[in-house]
């Protein structure tokens, strides 16, 4: 008796251990919208079904993709592009988390509950993930909406922020902030330079670099204002 639970035993741990984790779905089907000068491109596995949405504000676009397993539309998520952002509220948290696709976002989470909403940190312009899925369906869907997110396309050919500030020749350091933002309606990116003195952190240089990176312009130089 003994011998046929210890051999039980055994099996199960042996199965149990060469289950792993579950393979990550293939994202055959593709979901994109655009408008002006944003755009989102989301690959989507087969069983999974999307829309667009699409709304004006400012005279800019402010609209993005919804999609949902097809048999549980209520478990959508947004990507959309925004034209401007902010968060508020008590019991706030954040944390800066890189994909396993490579992007990098910012989630945002209140008074304890699990993060619902999502920033595109790297991208041009201010893009968001918004997720409505209850505890069940988190369990069941939460990889595979992160996988999908994790390779988001966002604002087409135009370069990452991460790369404006590289060609500006600066490093973010303990004496140095760099500011970077997408100007949509002009195609450039904004990248401001803060550098620490006895008072703290000063603009000290601003540069703008054109969308495809070919260019970069210095537009604001302290020294230039000092007098003679």
Request: proline share 4%; aromatic share 10%.
């Amino acid at each position: 008796m003994k011998q046929r639970l210890l051999t039980w035993i055994l099996c199960l741990t042996t199965l149990t251990a060469c289950a792993g984790p579950a393979a990550p779905a293939a994202l055959t089907e593709t979901a994109q919208w655009q408008e002006g000068g944003a755009s989102i491109v989301l690959s989507l596995p087969e069983n999974w079904s999307w829309g667009t949405i699409e709304e004006k504000a400012d005279e800019l676009p402010d609209g993005g993709i919804r999609f949902f397993p097809e048999d549980d539309p209520e478990a959508d998520t947004v990507v959309r592009f925004t034209n401007g952002f902010g968060v508020c509220g008590t019991g706030l948290e954040t944390e800066r988390i890189t994909l396993d696709g490579g992007n990098k976002v910012t989630s945002y989470a209140w008074d304890g509950s699990k993060p619902s909403l999502y920033r595109f940190n790297d991208a041009p312009g201010d893009y968001l993930a918004e997720l409505s899925l209850d505890d069940k369906q988190r369990e069941q869907y939460l990889d595979t909406v992160m996988q999908i997110l994790g390779t988001a396309q966002l604002g087409g050919d135009v370069i990452r922020a991460s790369t404006a500030i590289v060609l500006t020749g600066y490093t973010e350091d303990e004496g140095t902030r760099i500011l970077p933002e997408y100007d949509m309606e002009r195609g450039v990116w904004v990248v401001e330079i803060h550098i620490k003195k006895n008072t703290g952190f000063r603009l000290w240089y601003t540069y703008e670099v054109s969308a495809d990176g070919k260019s970069v312009i210095k537009t604001y130089d302290i020294d230039a204002e000092k007098e003679p």
